[in-house]
């Protein structure tokens, strides 16, 4: 008999502790479980959530994503945000323009905020000196070439196509793969001061030409000062081609 309840009793203890045993384990689970959640709810955001916003921003403004990029020049790679269990509020400290951007990202829950340089990156096709160009050059086709370049930095503006320079004037010496921008080049003169040219008079039903002398240089489309050498009258006259000017 008490061999019998013995043998009950220790199994009824066994059976006890099992109970326990798992009891524990399903406490260390769901312990385990919520802990993981809160881990997932408190990780670092990556800047991309930051980029993705700052994408959005600029499509909004009309820009083209697909030829922008977003780079955080002072930020480690790899670097991730704090915890947030909010939503990350993205604030552009100034209007969102190719270049340098100020960035502020802050969360609610925790708080925190924290300020970073963005710079915006929009990429086009950009004409460049495919070779040395010196200053006072009328540049030809063969000495440009394309080239994708980051046009956030090209301020004064550039070309896109090589025939919008070819045949301009270099104002200055152009270095190979110097993007070619509006201020250095120019028309070239196609009157030089001292030049004797032609002077052609346009009146309604009529049409002559006389001698004269330039008193100033000028390109296509340029009014420049020359002198009607048979009667000494000066007038103001448009170049409208080589050693040609018209009065209207």
């Known amino acids: 008999m008490s061999n019998k309840s013995a043998g009950i009793m220790t199994s009824f203890s066994l059976a006890s502790l099992s109970i326990v045993e798992n009891q524990r384990s399903a406490g260390v689970l769901f312990g385990f479980f919520i802990w993981s959640l809160s881990t997932a709810a408190q990780a670092g955001s990556s800047l991309d959530d930051v980029t993705a ?15 922008s990029e977003f780079e955080y020049p002072s930020v480690s ?11 990350l509020e993205v604030n552009v400290v100034r209007h969102l323009q190719p270049g340098r951007n100020g960035v502020e990202v802050s969360c609610a829950a925790p708080f925190w905020r924290q300020s970073f340089a963005v710079e915006l990156k929009v990429f086009a096709d950009v004409v460049t000196a495919d070779t040395d160009i010196r200053r006072d050059t009328v540049i030809n086709a063969g000495q440009l070439r394309i080239s994708r370049l980051d046009t956030s930095d090209l301020h004064k503006g550039y070309f896109s196509n090589i025939d919008a320079v ?11 793969g110097t993007p070619v921008t509006p201020d250095m080049v120019d028309l070239p003169d196609l009157v030089q001061r001292g030049q004797l040219l032609k002077i052609r008079l346009v009146r309604p039903g009529i049409q002559v ?6 008193l100033a240089r000028g390109h296509l489309g340029e009014q420049i000062r020359v002198r009607n050498t048979q009667s000494g009258t000066t007038l103001f006259a448009e170049v409208i081609g080589d050693g040609l000017v018209q009065v209207q």
């Not at 045949?167 to 270095?175: D, I, Q, V």
């Not at 030409?209 to 330039?214: L, T």
């Open 53 to 67: 916003e700052l994408k959005n921003r600029w499509i909004a403004l009309g820009g083209d994503a697909s030829v």
């Open 77 to 87: 790679p790899g670097y991730e945000l704090p915890g947030c269990n909010a939503s």
């Open 166 to 176: 070819s045949g301009m004037l270099s104002k200055r010496t152009l270095r190979q």
């Open 209 to 214: 030409e006389i001698k004269g002398e330039a």
